[in-house]
């Protein structure tokens, strides 16, 4: 659901440094949000701060959220840290895979832009969109 970024109620968080809020902003400029933030039903953030912070760099009036049932102030601090432990960063060579692919995949060879081709000139002429 969309909240209203103004009235997303920011407590004492865990985490002092947001570090660069920019390239994240960007990334959500680019890409969209990719996971929503996380507040109380009284709109309290529980998760999402960088996300949140990003959205105001960018001007977001909105912010896709999810509303926790959580009750208590424990449950609430445990959920943030849960969000920023529980995650992995790829390896060294997860990303030169990764890099990879998107290379091959932006620059595909001769073979593959001719094929492209083809099929686009098929589908202009027989009317098929793409889903």
Excluded: C
């Amino acid at each position: 659901m969309q909240v209203p970024i103004d009235d997303i109620i920011v407590k004492k968080r865990i985490r002092r440094d947001l570090g660069d809020i920019e390239s994240l902003a960007e990334s959500l400029k680019h890409y969209g949000q990719i996971s929503p933030i996380v507040v109380s039903k009284k709109n309290v953030l529980i998760a999402g701060g960088r996300r949140l912070e990003a959205a105001k760099f960018l001007g977001w009036r909105t912010i896709n959220a999810v509303v926790s049932e959580t009750a208590g102030e424990l449950a609430r601090l445990e959920i943030e840290v849960e969000e920023n432990t529980q995650r992995r960063d790829f390896s060294l060579e997860e990303i030169a895979d990764a890099t990879k692919k998107i290379y091959r995949l932006k620059r595909p060879g001769f073979f593959r832009r001719m094929l492209n081709a083809v099929l686009g000139f098929l589908k202009k002429i027989f009317r098929i969109e793409e889903t």
